[in-house]
Structure formats: structure tokens, C-alpha cells
């Protein structure tokens, strides 16, 4: 009965992108995702303006952005950039100068440096990096006091790779300072050698889920948080060079997870906010879920994912995510703020939900005829 509620809402209640006879077009592609940016623009940002949660925005609001007709969204990002001085977010108490929390905003400064070379975009945030590799963290990434602010200082929890190695691996492809690409690898591959099952092609959370299960016996793994990572390695990936010795780590990384994910999609087209328990959390999760059609389709576009595999389930997590998306352009079935597996509900929603859902557009939009 909670299924089929859910079927009548979208149904009577979403903006649809498939036009005539179920076929994708850009048009409709580009409707949706206006709808989608124009509310969030018309809402007052509930965190602080370089806030990680903002960092995801952000993000997808700038690839957006670049493909729209109006320059209000440019001119948007711009006012927040220059009311956050174009700098990181500074923590509410110490120094904490690692934090990857701090530095996500930094794809939107770098990717608007690359627009309008002007250096006050970017210099706030290269002299950060600078400060962080003069006295690099060396705390063990092993710990159960997670909570603790300098637990933070390595990219200890699977979502940091999402907001942190991303602007590492931009301020390299910027400056051209291999620096940055060396302390970005280095830091990932620590990362994942720590958080990654190789059995299951998914990231823990945090170390506090390594023995965790869901009420179903499964390990526990965040959808969310694997969206994150799932949809940070693109944006690695377009900045590392052809001939980069490592890349093809980060290629295997990203094709092992595509297929996994691709295999967890539930069959109205969504993921859930548990990866492996869905019946315990049976409503959908949009963030992860556009996250992951995000990668998806980026793979199925750079050639990095078979077209007559993955296409159907691109398409299938597209159709589901534009019913999420209420008349208004509110984006709906958003968990909240959080750290694992949590229910949702149709009227949530977060910034950072309404990133993934446009970088995922930008990608759908290219695949579109």
C-alpha cells in the first residue's frame, strides 16, 4: 500500500522530461533542471555560505550554470562566492586547517576561476593547500573517537571524498603544480585501503560500521555516502591527465562501483538510503540516487560504461528522479543531515540533493536526443 501511495503522488504531483512516446528530450531535460535551480535560488541557503552541504550545491548549480541561457545562475554563484570571500569555511572552534568539510565549496571557486580568471577565486584556496602539504596530517585514519575534531584531519569518512581530493585534483589541473595531484592520491588511496570492501565494491561509512548490520544481517553502507564517492570520481577523472601513471586505479575504481550500484537499483528507478537493506528503508533517497545517475551517465558519455548495459538503468533513475520533483521545482525524498542509513519522507529536501539532481541533469542532457 506505501508503494503504491507513493506511484499515485509522483504521478498526479511531477514534472515529466519524457516527451512524446517515452523518449528522452533536451528540452524537457532542461525544463526540469530550470525548475529545479530556480526554486533552490529562491530559498535562503540554511547553512553557512561555504558550508560542505552548500559545496555539493554549489557544484551542480555551476555545471548547470554553464549550459543555461540566462545568467542568473552565474550570477548567483558569484554573490555567494564573493560573500564567502572566496575562501573556506572556518570551524566554530580551533584551527582544524584539514578538514575537508571546510574546502568543498572549492570545485565551485575553481570551476569559476576557469570562467573568469580572476585570481581572487582561487588564491584564498591555493594558499590553504599550500598551508596544508608545509605540515601534512599523519594521524592513523584508525580510530573510534570519530567525533573528535582532529579525527577529521585525514579523509577518514567516505563522503570526504567527495569534497575534498575533487578541489586537490582541479588545483593541480589549474596551476599544474603536481603537488597537489601527488598529496590528492596519496590521500585517496589511504582512504580507500581503509574504508573500501573489495567484496561488496562499496565504501563504509566511517570506521564505526565496519562490524555494524542491518536488520537484515547485510553490512552496513550508506547510499548516501557512496554517492558521494560515486560521484566524485568524474570530476577526478576529467582532471587527470592521459598519461597519468594512476589513473587507470581511479578507472577501476569507478567501473567496479558502477556495477555494483548499477545492480542496487530498486524498480521504480531509485536507491534507497541503505545500499544493501532496502526493505528496511523503503522509501527512495534522492541524493544518492542522483548521485549515481550522475556517474552513470558521465561513464556512459565518456566512454567508460557499455551504453546497452547501463542505459536502461540511467533512464529508469532519471524518469524516477523527475517524479520526485514537485510542480514547484522542490526536489522531494531527501535524507537530512546524517551519518547512516536514515527514512525519508516526500517533503524533505537539502541543498546538497539539489546539486547531485543538477549535475545529474547536465549529464542526462547530453545523452538526450
Same mark, same amino acid.
Given at each position: 500500500?506505501?508503494?503504491?501511495?507513493?506511484?499515485?503522488?509522483?504521478?498526479?504531483?511531477?514534472?515529466?522530461?519524457?516527451?512524446?512516446?517515452? %523518449?528522452?528530450?533536451?528540452?524537457?531535460?532542461?525544463?526540469?533542471?530550470?525548475?529545479?535551480?530556480?526554486?533552490?535560488?529562491?530559498?535562503?541557503?540554511?547553512?553557512?555560505?561555504?558550508?560542505?552541504?552548500?559545496?555539493?550545491?554549489?557544484?551542480? =548549480?555551476?555545471?548547470?550554470?554553464?549550459?543555461? &541561457?540566462?545568467?542568473?545562475?552565474?550570477?548567483?554563484?558569484?554573490?555567494?562566492?564573493?560573500?564567502?570571500? /572566496?575562501?573556506?569555511? @572556518?570551524?566554530?572552534?580551533?584551527?582544524?586547517?584539514? #578538514?575537508?568539510?571546510?574546502?568543498?565549496?572549492?570545485?565551485?571557486?575553481?570551476? =569559476?576561476?576557469?570562467?573568469?580568471?580572476?585570481?581572487?577565486?582561487?588564491?584564498?584556496?591555493?594558499?590553504?593547500?599550500?598551508?596544508?602539504?608545509?605540515? @601534512?596530517?599523519?594521524?592513523?585514519?584508525?580510530?573510534?573517537?570519530?567525533?573528535?575534531?582532529?579525527?577529521?584531519?585525514?579523509?577518514?569518512?567516505?563522503?570526504?571524498?567527495?569534497?575534498?581530493?575533487?578541489?586537490?585534483?582541479?588545483?593541480?589541473?589549474?596551476?599544474?603544480?603536481?603537488?597537489?595531484?601527488?598529496?590528492?592520491? *596519496?590521500?585517496?588511496?589511504?582512504?580507500?585501503?581503509?574504508?573500501?570492501? #573489495?567484496? &561488496? #565494491?562499496?565504501?563504509?561509512?566511517?570506521?564505526?560500521?565496519?562490524?555494524?548490520?542491518?536488520?537484515?544481517?547485510?553490512?552496513?553502507?550508506?547510499?548516501?555516502?557512496?554517492?558521494?564517492?560515486?560521484?566524485?570520481?568524474?570530476?577526478?577523472?576529467?582532471?587527470?591527465?592521459?598519461?597519468?601513471? $594512476?589513473?587507470? /586505479?581511479?578507472?577501476? =575504481?569507478?567501473?567496479? =562501483?558502477?556495477?555494483?550500484?548499477?545492480?542496487?537499483?530498486? *524498480?521504480?528507478?531509485?536507491?534507497?538510503?541503505?545500499?544493501?537493506?532496502?526493505?528496511?528503508?523503503?522509501?527512495?533517497?534522492?541524493?544518492?540516487?542522483?548521485?549515481?545517475?550522475?556517474?552513470?551517465?558521465?561513464?556512459?558519455?565518456?566512454?567508460?560504461?557499455?551504453?546497452?548495459?547501463?542505459?536502461?538503468?540511467?533512464?529508469?533513475?532519471?524518469?524516477?528522479?523527475? $517524479?520526485?520533483?514537485? @510542480?514547484?521545482?522542490?526536489?522531494? /525524498?531527501?535524507? @537530512?543531515?546524517?551519518?547512516?542509513?536514515?527514512?525519508?519522507?516526500?517533503?524533505?529536501? $537539502?541543498?546538497?540533493?539539489?546539486?547531485?539532481?543538477?549535475?545529474?541533469?547536465?549529464?542526462?542532457? %547530453?545523452?538526450?536526443?
Amino acid at each position: 500500500m506505501k508503494h503504491l501511495f507513493i506511484g499515485v503522488f509522483f504521478l498526479t504531483l511531477t514534472i515529466s522530461t519524457f516527451g512524446k512516446n517515452n %523518449k528522452l528530450e533536451k528540452k524537457d531535460v532542461m525544463e526540469v533542471m530550470t525548475s529545479v535551480a530556480d526554486w533552490q535560488c529562491g530559498q535562503k541557503l540554511r547553512h553557512r555560505i561555504n558550508d560542505w552541504t552548500n559545496g555539493a550545491l554549489y557544484a551542480g =548549480m555551476m555545471e548547470f550554470a554553464k549550459m543555461a &541561457e540566462s545568467d542568473k545562475y552565474i550570477n548567483w554563484l558569484i554573490e555567494k562566492g564573493d560573500e564567502a570571500k /572566496w575562501a573556506k569555511m @572556518p570551524r566554530w572552534s580551533g584551527d582544524a586547517k584539514y #578538514h575537508a568539510d571546510d574546502y568543498a565549496v572549492g570545485i565551485m571557486y575553481l570551476e =569559476m576561476y576557469r570562467l573568469k580568471k580572476d585570481k581572487k577565486m582561487i588564491d584564498p584556496m591555493r594558499a590553504h593547500f599550500d598551508r596544508i602539504l608545509s605540515a @601534512p596530517s599523519t594521524r592513523s585514519l584508525d580510530h573510534n573517537w570519530f567525533r573528535h575534531e582532529s579525527a577529521a584531519e585525514r579523509w577518514s569518512w567516505c563522503d570526504a571524498l567527495f569534497m575534498a581530493p575533487t578541489v586537490w585534483a582541479k588545483m593541480y589541473r589549474i596551476t599544474n603544480e603536481v603537488k597537489y595531484l601527488d598529496f590528492m592520491y *596519496k590521500e585517496y588511496k589511504a582512504t580507500t585501503d581503509f574504508l573500501y570492501d #573489495h567484496a &561488496e #565494491h562499496l565504501y563504509y561509512r566511517d570506521s564505526r560500521y565496519f562490524h555494524q548490520k542491518e536488520p537484515n544481517g547485510k553490512k552496513m553502507f550508506w547510499g548516501r555516502g557512496n554517492g558521494w564517492v560515486f560521484g566524485g570520481l568524474p570530476i577526478i577523472l576529467k582532471e587527470l591527465p592521459d598519461n597519468y601513471t $594512476e589513473k587507470m /586505479w581511479f578507472e577501476k =575504481m569507478f567501473t567496479d =562501483m558502477a556495477a555494483k550500484i548499477a545492480s542496487l537499483q530498486d *524498480k521504480d528507478g531509485y536507491w534507497h538510503a541503505s545500499m544493501l537493506d532496502q526493505e528496511s528503508y523503503p522509501n527512495p533517497e534522492t541524493s544518492s540516487s542522483s548521485f549515481f545517475v550522475y556517474g552513470l551517465a558521465w561513464g556512459i558519455n565518456h566512454g567508460y560504461l557499455d551504453k546497452d548495459k547501463y542505459l536502461p538503468v540511467v533512464l529508469k533513475g532519471w524518469k524516477a528522479l523527475t $517524479e520526485a520533483v514537485y @510542480p514547484d521545482g522542490k526536489l522531494g /525524498w531527501v535524507q @537530512p543531515i546524517g551519518e547512516n542509513p536514515k527514512n525519508t519522507t516526500k517533503e524533505m529536501t $537539502e541543498v546538497y540533493g539539489v546539486g547531485a539532481f543538477l549535475m545529474a541533469g547536465t549529464e542526462i542532457h %547530453k545523452l538526450a536526443e
